[in-house]
């Protein structure tokens, strides 16, 4: 960083280890709640480590479309600051992330029965000028970028594959924050609706055992009552 306060004359405050920076901590729980919604709303169980990349930089592109509060400008977006470039709703915003396309291929024979289209998943607009769009090949795996694509209604046999694409590299049902070591966040950021199936099933066992309980509870209450003292009548 100490070339860039040369560059840009200005002075750097650099937090202590350990120290919590609330600035910085409220936008990647932003963040984190953002890709936690997007990746509930999608139609898979489970998805490939490249539409894991491509879900994060699809979030935090769509945050910084638009300005941020208490930011350096009420007009401008960051997106429009630091790329000098703006929007445009045709070529960025027509084809949400997910989506099932068919991608424009070219085969080297033009006069054979070879197929001109690609089953594909769409990933991102491509960031170029004149437009693009990057997918996800579904016989492949691999990212390709295709200048057009036509949007298709998604069916249960696309769905299991990339489901399946899934699986096959490791990614189990539900969405986890990890470390480089592999350990889990334990996250206080939760919001309703987007909870994993572990946190979910540890709830209801929570409230069956508190359920249980009361009712234990309240029948040995209903045992002490009805179990009265010998009286005169007794004797």
């Known amino acids: 960083m100490n070339p860039v306060k040369d560059k ?91 989506t099932y396309v068919q991608a424009q291929t070219n085969p080297k024979q033009t006069n054979s029965n070879a197929p001109r289209t690609l089953d594909a998943i769409y990933l991102c607009p491509a960031q170029n000028i004149q437009g693009g769009h990057e997918v996800m090949d579904l016989a492949t795996g691999h990212v390709i970028t295709r200048g057009r694509v036509i949007e298709v209604p998604i069916t249960k046999t696309i769905i299991e594959v990339v489901e399946n694409m899934g699986y096959e590299q490791g990614f189990k049902k539900g969405l986890k924050f990890t470390n480089r070591s592999g350990t889990i966040f334990p996250d206080n950021d939760w919001i309703a609706g987007v909870e994993n199936d572990e946190r979910q099933d540890e709830s209801e066992n929570n409230e069956n055992i508190e359920n249980e309980t009361e009712n234990e509870t309240e029948n040995q209450n209903n045992e002490n009552e009805n179990e009265k003292e010998p009286g005169m009548d007794d004797l």
Do not use: W
């Not at 200005?10 to 932003?30: L, T």
């Not at 491509?54 to 945050?63: E, G, N, R, S």
């Not at 703006?86 to 915003?93: G, I, Q």
């Open 8 to 98: 840009l004359n200005i002075e750097m405050n650099f937090s202590n280890p350990g120290d919590h920076v609330p600035e910085a901590e409220q936008n990647i729980r932003k963040i984190k709640e953002r890709i936690r919604a997007t990746f509930h709303r999608l139609p898979y169980k489970s998805i490939p480590r490249i539409m894991v990349r491509y879900l994060v930089m699809d979030c935090t592109h769509k945050i910084n479309m638009f300005p941020a509060k208490g930011d350096i400008s009420h007009y401008y977006s960051p997106r429009i600051i630091l790329g000098q470039r703006a929007l445009d709703y045709k070529k960025e915003c027509t084809i949400p992330f997910r």
